[in-house]
């Protein structure tokens, strides 16, 4: 049966400034790197071989992945990265620190547009600097297809055709397959692996730089499920 691990990348710069990250490609801070060096040692000490690993275009999770797979000595292993992965897109709020938004707008606005999932926050406008379509990253994606802000129900609309068309079809062969990814990419695939509810998966905290290793059976589904730093770990989605 094959193995999917899933790290959320390490602390980054705007984790500990308390921002909202969204698409804005900020870098890891010192912790979260030491978090994807522990989580490297972490998937190493388990003896299992991956075969391919996935990863977003952003760079705290592609370095996130880098470290990992220095620290297991697999830096050779296949890489596929891909916008589907990144996190979910904040809109304007890409960049606000979370407690003067919420001294602003309110703290139940601001849980709202942080935690439910189908609300989007503000979104950006099309000559916002910040907007994707003009990064050369997204060039190749079509217009329509960049966000200027996003629900958790749309980051799982992106992130599921990812999924059934290059993440799955490796799984579904036998191979072990790594994702360095983000929260709430990490939620949307969590979300349909184990079948949490719409209501149910906003409380789904994912840490940052620890491995969740699940077993799946032939039809991908769970057979077991765990984080491999307890210490640092809430409980992991139940399985059936």
Request: glycine fraction near 6%; avoid cysteine; charge should be negative.
């Amino acid at each position: 049966m094959p193995y999917l691990a899933m790290v959320r990348h390490g602390l980054s710069a705007w984790n500990q400034e308390n921002r909202f990250t969204g698409w804005v490609d900020v870098d890891l801070a010192p912790i979260g790197i030491e978090q994807a060096q522990q989580a490297g040692d972490l998937l190493r000490a388990e003896a299992i071989e991956f075969d391919h690993a996935f990863t977003s275009v952003l760079r705290r999770a592609i370095r996130t992945l880098w470290i990992a797979l220095d620290r297991m000595d697999r830096m050779w292993l296949p890489q596929t990265l891909s916008w589907r992965l990144n996190e979910r897109h904040y809109g304007a709020l890409q960049g606000l620190n979370k407690a003067e938004t919420a001294a602003k707008h309110g703290d139940e606005q601001v849980k709202i547009w942080r935690r439910s999932f189908d609300v989007v926050p503000p979104s950006l406008s099309l000559d916002d600097p910040m907007h994707p379509s003009h990064d050369p990253r997204y060039r190749d994606v079509p217009a329509a297809m960049l966000p200027a802000t996003e629900s958790l129900k749309i980051t799982l609309d992106r992130v599921m055709p990812y999924w059934s068309e290059a993440i799955a079809p490796r799984l579904q062969d036998g191979q072990n397959v790594l994702v360095a990814a983000h929260g709430n990419s990490l939620r949307a695939l969590a979300k349909h692996l184990f079948g949490i509810g719409d209501q149910d998966i906003i409380g789904l905290e994912i840490p940052t730089g620890n491995p969740m290793l699940i077993e799946l059976d032939a039809g991908l589904r769970p057979v077991s499920a765990r984080y491999l730093d307890k210490e640092r770990a809430g409980p992991v989605p139940a399985i059936g």
